[in-house]
């Protein structure tokens, strides 16, 4: 199947910094990216869906300007957290989605982001 | 009213057995598909199965299989000959109609395989 890696895996930062996490699909040209948020024993919450070369489109309640996402390229999408807080800590998953095939959603490794 | 229920919030099997993960949908497109994805510890999305609402048969891939009974809109999760390696998190998802940019998922099913 098509991959989708994610990168960092793990990151601690402090109160206040911004932390970028980065999504690419390897193997193909993705030009829907989804983001999401997974809580502690909680399922999949999408918080935007990027489009590339275009502003991303925010679920309801997700605050656009604490998490910029940036779709540049076919191949990468960018999740920042600005002035990141503790409660910012989280796991962060992207996905993108294929053309071609049944359109199921390639999954990066996710991100554990942990704000001191 | 929810898109995926899985009324299982975890599940324990003795190794080498089958198990039975529960899913039900809703939806009135009748176009739509259904995905079953594994979540390790390690927190990866494993992709599983998939189920198209117009296929005629069964999904199967190695040694999980998905019960789908669309009269009843679930979509179970077979797993036959349990492993020890199994113990995860399983996701039952839904691409509802043709809108390939919204994917619903359930809240999980704990799976814990016994020695």
């Known amino acids: 199947g098509a991959v989708v890696s994610q990168h960092p895996s793990w990151v601690i930062c402090k109160s206040g910094t911004s932390v970028k996490i980065e999504c690419r699909s390897l193997d193909f040209q993705a030009t829907t990216m989804f983001w999401y948020r997974q809580f502690p024993k909680q399922s999949l919450m999408l918080m935007a869906t990027s489009n590339e070369g275009s502003k991303a489109t925010y679920e309801q309640g997700v605050e656009k300007d604490k998490f910029l996402i940036n779709h540049a390229s076919l191949t990468l999408s960018t999740l920042t957290v600005t002035s990141a807080h503790p409660e910012d800590s989280s796991f962060y998953i992207c996905s993108a989605r294929e053309r071609r095939g049944t359109g199921e959603l390639f999954f990066g490794e996710g991100s554990r982001l942990t704000v001191l | 009213a929810q898109k995926i229920t899985q009324t299982q919030p975890g599940m324990f099997v003795q190794e080498k057995e089958a198990v039975t993960l529960d899913c039900t949908y809703d939806?009135?497109?009748?176009?739509?598909?259904l995905f079953w994805y594994k979540q390790p510890s390690s927190g990866e999305m494993i992709f599983l199965i998939y189920?198209?609402?117009?296929?005629?048969q069964n999904a199967t891939e190695g040694r999980y299989s998905l019960n789908f009974q669309k009269a009843r809109k679930s979509a179970n999760l077979v797993i036959s000959a349990s492993q020890l390696g199994d113990s995860a998190m399983y996701f039952c998802?839904?691409?509802?109609?043709?809108?390939?940019?919204?994917?619903?998922f359930g809240s999980g099913t704990k799976l814990n395989v016994k020695p």
């Open positions: 939806t009135s497109d009748p176009s739509y598909g």
């Open positions: 998802a839904m691409r509802e109609g043709n809108n390939f940019n919204k994917f619903y």
């Open positions: 189920q198209g609402s117009y296929d005629q």
